[in-house]
């Protein structure tokens, strides 16, 4: 039989002799040596098991657009550095390919070095090119900051540590019920820590998206305006210990204030199919006549002044309103003096109606006045509901 003393030292020098061999220099420097070849090698084979596992979208269009705007992308990638906060920044070209899986799950996920898939349904989710390159160079982020090495590595190290731990409660002679304990303690511990790697991977594949986005001639706010309404989507975010994730109000929050530093405008009508005030022509009178359309209804028709022409007139007016939507308007901020045909925005005049546009709409100066303002009003109320703020 053991000695407790003996046993109990036996085991602190056992796990610390364990414990400065996951730490010791030569093992985290293995890891670059793994870039390149290594993980051409571990996508080549993830990449035969995705094609095992799934039906691809044979749509030539969609086929086209995805290719198009990702080998755009990648091509900054691979000669341009964007910061790593986790993985790393060093460039190691690859040959981006990218798939489309024939799924309805708003999804896309890269493994090592360069394949990157897209579903159906995250197709039919992004509004526009922008959102779509966001997600592309998200996923190419992923790749090019070699993060699967980085969390290969970490599961190595932790799958160890749950080892060293299951060894030195046996040694102790735990009985099997303790030792089952341990074991589900030390996985929790596992998922727990992985997931928040995992989330330190997202952030940083926000952040390189953000600045390869902007490099290759696209709109980053895609990237905001694609987090914002995945944000409103609860059943796709998982909770608790399992989540794979961060919350996506974090990564809203990270990228509006990328874009902040930036300098990057934030235009969400320019990325997304988001209510625009139109100006769209009809017959009015036999004649044709230039119209403002928000929310596919009409709002008013303005009429000529000065050396100004309906159309004129019109287009600026609907110019206006969207600047003021894209402004971050409130609804608190927008007020009226409806006698005098002026709609106001944070205390300066906005628009001007003049009788002339109440008469062709056949309202009072002060009804179409009143009726105007609700009209953007309703806008800022859908808007508010649908931005994270």
């Known amino acids: 039989m053991h000695r407790p003393g003996f046993l109990k030292r036996f085991i602190t020098v056992l796990f610390a002799a364990l414990a400065l061999s996951l730490c010791a220099p030569s093992f985290a420097a293995k890891l670059e040596s793994k870039f390149g070849a290594k993980e051409i090698e571990y996508g080549e084979e993830a990449a035969a ?6 039906k691809f979208s044979n749509n030539a269009d969609d086929i086209k657009r995805v290719q198009t705007l990702g080998e755009k992308l990648a091509a900054v990638a691979n000669k341009m550095q964007a910061v790593a906060s986790y993985g790393s920044a060093k460039i190691t070209p690859f040959e981006y390919k990218f798939s489309i899986i024939d799924d309805p799950d708003i999804n896309a996920f890269s493994v090592p070095g360069g394949n990157i898939y897209v579903n159906t349904g995250l197709l039919k989710f992004v509004q526009s090119d922008q959102e779509l390159a966001a997600v592309l ?26 080892a060293i731990a299951l060894l030195a409660s046996m040694l102790s002679g735990a009985n099997s019920s303790d030792l089952n304990n341990v074991l589900m303690g030390v996985q929790l511990i596992q998922i727990a820590k992985i997931n928040g790697y995992g989330q330190e991977a997202e952030r940083d594949a926000d952040h390189g998206a953000i600045v ?17 309404r995945l944000s409103l989507k609860p059943e796709l975010v998982e909770l608790g210990i399992y989540r794979s994730h961060p919350m996506h109000a974090d990564r809203v929050r990270a990228a509006k204030a990328l874009l902040g530093e930036l300098k990057i405008p934030i235009n969400r009508r320019a990325t997304t199919d988001a209510i625009k005030a139109e100006v769209r022509n009809n017959m009015l009178n036999g004649a044709d006549a230039p119209a403002i359309y928000l929310q596919e209804k009409l709002v008013y028709y303005p009429a000529p002044l000065a050396d100004k022409t309906a159309a004129q ?14 402004s971050g308007l409130q609804m608190r901020e927008l007020t009226s003096e409806p006698a005098a045909g002026i709609i106001i925005a944070r205390n300066k005049p906005l628009i001007t109606i003049i009788e002339a546009d109440a008469k062709l709409m056949g309202k009072s100066l002060p009804d179409l006045t009143k009726s105007v303002t609700t009209a953007i009003r309703n806008v800022l109320w859908k808007q508010m509901v649908d931005t994270v703020q």
């Not at 098991?49 to 799934?54: G, H, S, T």
């Not at 190419?140 to 932790?158: F, G, R, W």
């Not at 390869?212 to 914002?228: I, R, S, W």
């Open 49 to 54: 098991q995705v094609a095992k596992d799934n």
């Open 137 to 162: 160079a998200h996923e190419i982020t992923h790749a090019c900051h070699h993060h699967m090495i980085y969390l290969l590595d970490k599961q190595a190290s932790l799958n160890n540590q749950m």
């Open 212 to 228: 390869y986005m902007k490099e290759a001639g696209f709109n980053p706010v895609g990237m905001l305006t694609f987090l914002e």
């Open 313 to 326: 007139r019109a287009q600026n007016a609907a110019d206006i309103i969207n600047a003021a939507l894209d």
